[in-house]
């Protein structure tokens, strides 16, 4: 039977290296396809852009909702990873929570329809919903906490309420050019800091 390893009781094995890098290629194609031409672009676009055929995306995804699902989650997890790196790369931790924020707000105003094309099926909405929290806000409140400790913020800040104003902030920016999401975060993150 493929794809069962019967001498260690695996159910099934791990990706090779090269294998998730293609796969991570594919959504990373797939990604700035649904921000360039929604999530409606033809799938040959997003295969032309990856640079592999149709039937290797319908091998991965085979439907568009895979795919979909796969982006999003795929997104939500360069975010929630980026965290911790941040933290050790920046100067200070306030700095860190307004560059983790920065990607967040790509992420939230680059999805272009994943969230829309998403909440058709609410039961995989709810699930892809929960999925986002429980990834993103322990990475928000390590941050808020490392500013915190680092006396740069007020302290009891509320890692969903931030999470969820930001993301307020963000909804139609894609639809109004005279409307500049990042400058009103940039605003409420500034607004954390002690002066």
């Keep these: 039977m493929a794809g069962i390893d019967s001498g260690s009781g695996l159910s099934?094995?791990?990706?090779r290296a090269d294998a998730r890098r293609n796969e991570e290629t594919l959504l990373d194609a797939?990604?700035?396809a649904f921000v360039a031409s929604g999530v409606d672009v033809p799938v040959r676009d997003i295969a032309a852009k990856a640079g592999v055929?149709?039937?290797t995306i319908y091998r991965h995804f085979p439907t568009r909702a895979d795919l979909i699902v796969a982006v999003y989650r795929h997104q939500v997890e360069a975010c929630a990873e980026a965290g911790p790196v941040l933290l050790a790369d920046s100067g200070t931790p306030h700095e860190a929570l307004a560059r983790w924020i920065n990607l967040f707000v790509d992420?939230?105003?680059?999805k272009h329809g994943l969230a829309e094309a998403l909440r058709s099926d609410a039961a995989a909405f709810e699930t892809l919903h929960a999925y986002f929290i429980d990834r993103l806000l322990p990475v928000c409140a390590q941050l808020l906490d490392a500013a915190t400790v680092a006396g740069e913020i007020r302290p009891g800040?509320?890692?969903?309420?931030?999470?969820?104003g930001v993301g307020n902030l963000?909804?139609?920016a894609d639809s109004d050019p005279r409307y500049?999401?990042?400058r009103m975060v940039e605003l409420v993150i500034t607004g954390l800091r002690l002066h």
Excluded: Q, S, W
């Excluded at 099934?12 to 990706?15: Q, V």
């Excluded at 992420?107 to 680059?110: D, K, N, P, R, Y």
């Excluded at 800040?157 to 969820?164: F, G, I, M, S």
């Design 157 to 164: 800040l509320d890692a969903y309420e931030l999470l969820r």
């Design 30 to 32: 797939a990604a700035a």
């Design 107 to 110: 992420f939230l105003v680059t």
């Design 53 to 55: 055929g149709v039937g």
């Design 170 to 172: 963000c909804i139609g």
């Design 12 to 15: 099934a094995p791990r990706k």
């Design 180 to 182: 500049n999401a990042r």
